[in-house]
């Protein structure tokens, strides 16, 4: 079992800057692809960013260019670093866990944390 807990999420302005981050335990997730996911109230829950083991990366399309993936297996933690934030950034941020490949359906997500809520205002 993989235990994950995500933190860093708040309030922040438009164009603003945050870093999340997710800290694993039980096992440890340098042979996993963690994924970032967010769900909007009334929304799917969608993809945001996906890190493989061996360190390749996938976006959603909303936030290539804007959002950073990234893992350090030392701490069991993989960060997001979201830049140039919108008010559409507004969601509870998920991350996930997975073995195998790097893939961008939740479905395919075997371990989830509890979720931070990150709110933009205008």
């Known amino acids: 079992q993989v235990h994950l807990v995500e933190s860093g999420g708040g309030l922040v302005q438009a164009g603003g800057s945050l870093r999340l981050s997710c800290a694993a335990s039980?096992?440890?997730?340098?042979?996993?692809?963690m994924g970032w996911f967010r769900q909007a109230p009334g929304k799917e829950r969608e993809f945001v960013a996906a890190?493989?083991?061996?360190?390749?990366?996938g976006y959603g399309d909303s936030v290539t260019g804007r959002f950073t993936i990234s893992r350090d297996n030392a701490k069991n933690t993989v960060y997001i670093q979201m830049n140039s934030l919108k008010p559409e950034d507004t969601a509870a941020y998920y991350c996930?866990?997975?073995?195998?490949?790097?893939?961008?359906?939740?479905?395919?997500?075997?371990?989830w944390g509890q979720g931070t809520q990150v709110v933009v205002s205008s």
């Open positions: 890190i493989h083991w061996s360190g390749s990366t």
């Open positions: 996930a866990a997975k073995t195998l490949g790097l893939e961008t359906a939740k479905e395919k997500y075997a371990y």
């Open positions: 039980g096992r440890t997730i340098s042979s996993y692809t």
